[in-house]
């Protein structure tokens, strides 16, 4: 008699889906080990390729080879990741370099190659390849990419339409950096400024001037990443007319010329806690003495933020020394205002 | 129904119990298999210098009492963390030993007098403290309140938006704040992040930082890794694929502050104020319709020692399941809310009944199996079968968790180090998972009859709208 003929069917049943669990847990640990010595032999082969072209690499720093190793299909993807690697290291000329290696190595067929793979992993390769070697006839593609739900893959793709032609790039770009949250604002402003203020700053100043409420403030943090100042004169126009405490903050945080200290005075009283605080930064940005006694009574304000950077402030006006701010520490009976004064001035003694 | 019956009943009963909670687990794990796909693909760009930067500024708080042993090198560790901008506040919680002393000496500290901004209650802030020689660090001395009133203390005087609760004797990656910070960078919406604890024992380490990753020569801390990548790990991601982290551990927690303070710090009075907050949160942001994200990040944040004896292991779970049943029963309202989606339909139900209430099934389970059989009650193909399913489906489970470990981070490099954890993968369910359950068991008995950590206090919880 069979062993299981010992068990009546529904537990026969689970005997058998017992023996199947296992049997799977063995399969499993089997794929492990495969797995394993897969990544060995995957580790060796990126190995092997970084001996054979780093030493290629560093000469093309200099003039590229006349002669190239061939780059045989199944060490495609890790000499794209080592390429790509290399380029996100260098900086100005050495990157042009090092493109025209890849162009002599024929990196843009890998590219276009890989783009086709369901790989993520190799599309995001050659997305970022492309980008690099500022391949213009991909700019179709990449285009059609930045509009794919996968948000790291359409970003690279954003990201590469912008080393191509950052100009060219903005005008479709710039609709989807407001409207794409999932792409996070640092990388887009890295992109930005890795694009350079020259490239960047018309279309976004345009593109602030003409945004809604909700758009303003994250469109303003671009241009600011592109270390530009060329959007003064649209946020004065917008601060003159704005209502939303969003659209008023970000503006107010942008101020940098001291010609606009009345605009910023103005805020202090706004209803906003975080209005208040950016104008009272905005003071201390770019205020001068006669703007000590404007700063007095936010010393005072019920939000510790408010009363901190006032007192920061203060403390940071050109020509208002620490026994002034001693002074007027002395002077006021707001336990509040004194208190924070005690710090800031501990903090300016111990810097 | 007669004992017969009964018995056929039971033995039923606890058969498809193990067989419930193993699937449980099983399709968390298939969850986090595709949450890990597409984590993994992101990570693929994560050297490449243009996909990093703007990182936010961090408060990094430590909450410590009577650590004079850890605390410097602790704080050292931290200062030199591989972070653009952040501040360490140690909060010293009236510690009886030499903790503030010795803080004082090694980093020249002086007394700074700070507006102290008490946005949570708390017991009070003696003094703060400034470092002469790191301008980062700030100590604050407060009146012994416990840790969760620590955390509230360093909350009150931290600067950054963000900030990170971290154990004293915590054991950070050099980079781990950096990969903690990426979930804040990459979804607006993120309120806390959190990572699982990797087991430093036997690993190398330098300066405070683990440089060579090790397999412990102990068998039961290596069986704690792999009970660890199996619940822990890969279960969480799960989790965090559905928006339903119930625990972002007391070690290594990043929050956003100005939602932690709306939802009243933490709770004090509590052992398991970590898994507690991350209820509570939960519970506030459903509530009000607010949307909000909670991730687990599983690369390799920080490290700690595992227990090496039975004996400290025990306490340790003892203390676990205490926590959790703290945890879970202070913030029952979340359970089946009609606004709390997956957080109160799936996984609250979901841990009450596996991780709660779970040990106690499974002791119960294994002593009616093995009593009944000893006493002729239950045939032996019947336990045969039981053997079979529980201990088979924990080694598939296990296995899982171990693939999705060589599909993603493969910490462990050397091929005798895969060997040995498949060798734990097998041995993990003869004999320490039911003692680790007994454990919990244990715990489970004594928070419900001796309850000697009743909260003495409580945070106001918002009430559900009508």
Redesign the interface.
Same mark, same amino acid.
């Given at each position: 008699m069979s062993f299981a003929a010992?068990?009546?069917p529904l @537990?026969k049943f689970?005997?058998w889906?017992? &023996?199947a $669990? #296992?049997g799977?847990?063995l399969l499993?640990?089997v794929?492990?080990?495969l797995?394993?010595m897969q @990544? $060995?032999l995957r580790q060796r082969r990126e190995q092997r390729l970084i001996k054979q072209w780093q030493p290629l690499f560093d000469q093309s720093m200099t003039a590229v080879p006349q002669i190239l190793p061939r780059i045989a299909k199944s060490d495609r993807h890790a000499f794209i990741r080592i390429w790509?690697?290399a380029q996100?290291?260098l900086r100005g000329e050495s990157k042009h370099k090092l493109n025209q290696l890849g162009w002599a190595c024929g990196m843009n067929h890998v590219a276009h190659q890989l783009l086709k793979q369901n790989n993520? %992993?190799a599309r995001?390769?050659a997305v970022?390849a492309l980008g690099h070697l500022q391949e213009k006839n991909a700019w179709a593609k990449l285009e059609r990419i930045t509009n794919d739900p996968h948000?790291?893959l359409s970003l690279?793709a954003a %990201?590469a339409l912008m080393q191509i032609d950052a100009r060219e790039a903005l005008t479709e770009l710039l609709p989807l950096f407001t409207r794409r949250?999932?792409w996070? &604002?640092?990388?887009i402003?890295?992109?930005v400024n890795?694009a350079g203020p020259d490239a960047v700053t018309g279309p976004l100043t345009q593109a602030v001037e003409l945004a809604a409420p909700e758009e303003f403030p994250r469109l303003l943090r671009l241009l600011e990443a592109a270390h530009s100042d060329q959007a003064l004169p649209a946020v004065r126009r917008i601060l003159q007319s704005a209502s939303d405490d969003r659209v008023i903050s970000a503006c107010l945080q942008a101020l940098r010329d001291p010609d606009d200290v009345e605009l910023a005075r103005t805020y202090m009283r706004h209803p906003s806690w975080f209005v208040r605080v950016q104008a009272v930064n905005a003071l201390g940005r770019i205020g001068s003495k006669d703007d000590r006694d404007a700063l007095i009574a936010p010393l005072s304000d019920s939000v *510790?933020w408010v %009363?901190?950077r006032a007192a920061q402030a203060l403390a940071g006006l050109p020509q208002v020394t620490l026994d002034e701010v001693r002074q007027i520490r002395a002077s006021i009976t707001d336990r509040?205002a004194q208190? $924070?004064l005690?710090?800031v001035i501990?903090e300016k003694q111990?810097a | 129904m007669n004992w017969t019956d009964w018995i056929t009943f039971l033995q039923w009963f606890f058969?498809l119990y193990f067989i419930g909670v193993n699937s449980g687990y099983i399709l968390l794990n298939l969850l986090s298999l595709r949450a890990l796909r597409t984590y993994m693909?992101?990570r693929?760009?994560d050297?490449?210098?243009?996909?990093s930067?703007?990182?936010p500024p961090v408060s990094i708080i430590i909450p410590a009492y009577n650590e004079e042993a850890t605390i410097v090198a602790t704080v050292r560790t931290l200062l030199d963390l591989d972070y653009p901008e952040f501040e360490v506040v140690v909060v010293n919680d009236g510690s009886q030993d030499n903790t503030f002393a010795i803080l004082q000496r090694e980093f020249s500290l #002086?007394f700074?007098?700070?507006?102290y *901004?008490q946005r949570i209650k708390g017991k009070g802030v003696r003094a703060i403290y %400034?470092s002469?020689t790191s301008?980062n660090l700030r100590v604050i001395e407060k009146e012994n309140g416990g840790k969760a009133d620590a955390l509230n203390a360093g909350i009150n005087a931290s600067r950054y938006p963000l900030f990170c609760a971290v154990d004293a004797d915590s054991i950070l990656q050099r980079d781990g704040l950096r990969r903690a910070v990426q979930p804040f &960078?990459?979804?607006?919406i993120t309120v806390a992040s959190g990572g699982a604890v990797r087991i430093a024992n036997d690993c190398g380490l330098k300066d405070g930082f683990i440089t060579s990753i090790a397999l412990p020569k102990s068998w039961l801390a290596l069986m704690q890794i792999v009970e660890s990548q199996r619940t822990f790990l890969f279960g969480a991601m799960g989790w965090s694929a559905l928006n339903a982290v119930l625990i972002v551990s007391g070690a290594f927690g990043l929050f956003r502050k100005e939602t932690v303070i709306e939802a009243g710090g933490y709770l004090t009075g509590t052992s398991g104020e970590d898994m507690e907050l991350i209820l509570r949160l939960h519970y506030m942001l459903r509530v009000k319709g607010r949307p909000y994200h909670i991730t687990f990040v599983p690369d390799p944040i920080f490290w700690s020692m595992a227990p090496e004896t039975s004996r400290a292991l025990k306490a340790k779970r003892l203390g676990w399941q205490r926590r959790l049943a703290e945890s879970l029963s202070l913030n029952m309202p979340l359970l089946f809310n009609r606004k709390g989606a997956t957080v109160s339909w799936l996984a609250f139900p979901f841990v009450t009944i596996f991780e709660w209430l779970g040990p106690m099934f499974e002791v119960m389970g294994y002593i009616f199996m093995i009593s009944g059989f000893a006493l002729g009650l239950i045939s032996w193909?019947?336990f045969? #079968?039981f053997l079979?399913?529980a201990i088979?489906?924990g080694?598939?489970l296990s296995? $899982?968790a &171990?693939?999705l470990e060589?599909?993603s981070f493969?910490i462990y490099h050397k091929?005798t180090q895969?060997v040995k954890l498949?060798i734990a993968?097998l041995l993990e369910n003869f004999g320490y998972r039911q003692r680790v359950s007994l454990w919990r068991f244990i715990g489970l008995m004594r928070w419900l009859f001796n309850r000697t950590h009743e909260p003495k206090e409580t945070v106001e919880i918002p009430a559900v709208e009508a």
């Amino acid at each position: 008699m069979s062993f299981a003929a010992y068990f009546d069917p529904l @537990l026969k049943f689970m005997l058998w889906f017992g &023996l199947a $669990i #296992v049997g799977i847990t063995l399969l499993l640990l089997v794929q492990t080990v495969l797995l394993r010595m897969q @990544l $060995i032999l995957r580790q060796r082969r990126e190995q092997r390729l970084i001996k054979q072209w780093q030493p290629l690499f560093d000469q093309s720093m200099t003039a590229v080879p006349q002669i190239l190793p061939r780059i045989a299909k199944s060490d495609r993807h890790a000499f794209i990741r080592i390429w790509n690697h290399a380029q996100e290291s260098l900086r100005g000329e050495s990157k042009h370099k090092l493109n025209q290696l890849g162009w002599a190595c024929g990196m843009n067929h890998v590219a276009h190659q890989l783009l086709k793979q369901n790989n993520m %992993r190799a599309r995001l390769m050659a997305v970022t390849a492309l980008g690099h070697l500022q391949e213009k006839n991909a700019w179709a593609k990449l285009e059609r990419i930045t509009n794919d739900p996968h948000p790291l893959l359409s970003l690279a793709a954003a %990201r590469a339409l912008m080393q191509i032609d950052a100009r060219e790039a903005l005008t479709e770009l710039l609709p989807l950096f407001t409207r794409r949250h999932d792409w996070p &604002l640092n990388k887009i402003a890295n992109m930005v400024n890795e694009a350079g203020p020259d490239a960047v700053t018309g279309p976004l100043t345009q593109a602030v001037e003409l945004a809604a409420p909700e758009e303003f403030p994250r469109l303003l943090r671009l241009l600011e990443a592109a270390h530009s100042d060329q959007a003064l004169p649209a946020v004065r126009r917008i601060l003159q007319s704005a209502s939303d405490d969003r659209v008023i903050s970000a503006c107010l945080q942008a101020l940098r010329d001291p010609d606009d200290v009345e605009l910023a005075r103005t805020y202090m009283r706004h209803p906003s806690w975080f209005v208040r605080v950016q104008a009272v930064n905005a003071l201390g940005r770019i205020g001068s003495k006669d703007d000590r006694d404007a700063l007095i009574a936010p010393l005072s304000d019920s939000v *510790w933020w408010v %009363r901190y950077r006032a007192a920061q402030a203060l403390a940071g006006l050109p020509q208002v020394t620490l026994d002034e701010v001693r002074q007027i520490r002395a002077s006021i009976t707001d336990r509040f205002a004194q208190d $924070i004064l005690t710090q800031v001035i501990a903090e300016k003694q111990a810097a | 129904m007669n004992w017969t019956d009964w018995i056929t009943f039971l033995q039923w009963f606890f058969l498809l119990y193990f067989i419930g909670v193993n699937s449980g687990y099983i399709l968390l794990n298939l969850l986090s298999l595709r949450a890990l796909r597409t984590y993994m693909e992101a990570r693929s760009l994560d050297d490449m210098p243009a996909y990093s930067g703007y990182e936010p500024p961090v408060s990094i708080i430590i909450p410590a009492y009577n650590e004079e042993a850890t605390i410097v090198a602790t704080v050292r560790t931290l200062l030199d963390l591989d972070y653009p901008e952040f501040e360490v506040v140690v909060v010293n919680d009236g510690s009886q030993d030499n903790t503030f002393a010795i803080l004082q000496r090694e980093f020249s500290l #002086v007394f700074f007098p700070e507006a102290y *901004w008490q946005r949570i209650k708390g017991k009070g802030v003696r003094a703060i403290y %400034r470092s002469a020689t790191s301008p980062n660090l700030r100590v604050i001395e407060k009146e012994n309140g416990g840790k969760a009133d620590a955390l509230n203390a360093g909350i009150n005087a931290s600067r950054y938006p963000l900030f990170c609760a971290v154990d004293a004797d915590s054991i950070l990656q050099r980079d781990g704040l950096r990969r903690a910070v990426q979930p804040f &960078l990459e979804n607006p919406i993120t309120v806390a992040s959190g990572g699982a604890v990797r087991i430093a024992n036997d690993c190398g380490l330098k300066d405070g930082f683990i440089t060579s990753i090790a397999l412990p020569k102990s068998w039961l801390a290596l069986m704690q890794i792999v009970e660890s990548q199996r619940t822990f790990l890969f279960g969480a991601m799960g989790w965090s694929a559905l928006n339903a982290v119930l625990i972002v551990s007391g070690a290594f927690g990043l929050f956003r502050k100005e939602t932690v303070i709306e939802a009243g710090g933490y709770l004090t009075g509590t052992s398991g104020e970590d898994m507690e907050l991350i209820l509570r949160l939960h519970y506030m942001l459903r509530v009000k319709g607010r949307p909000y994200h909670i991730t687990f990040v599983p690369d390799p944040i920080f490290w700690s020692m595992a227990p090496e004896t039975s004996r400290a292991l025990k306490a340790k779970r003892l203390g676990w399941q205490r926590r959790l049943a703290e945890s879970l029963s202070l913030n029952m309202p979340l359970l089946f809310n009609r606004k709390g989606a997956t957080v109160s339909w799936l996984a609250f139900p979901f841990v009450t009944i596996f991780e709660w209430l779970g040990p106690m099934f499974e002791v119960m389970g294994y002593i009616f199996m093995i009593s009944g059989f000893a006493l002729g009650l239950i045939s032996w193909q019947v336990f045969a #079968v039981f053997l079979l399913v529980a201990i088979g489906f924990g080694m598939l489970l296990s296995g $899982i968790a &171990l693939l999705l470990e060589e599909l993603s981070f493969h910490i462990y490099h050397k091929p005798t180090q895969l060997v040995k954890l498949l060798i734990a993968v097998l041995l993990e369910n003869f004999g320490y998972r039911q003692r680790v359950s007994l454990w919990r068991f244990i715990g489970l008995m004594r928070w419900l009859f001796n309850r000697t950590h009743e909260p003495k206090e409580t945070v106001e919880i918002p009430a559900v709208e009508a």
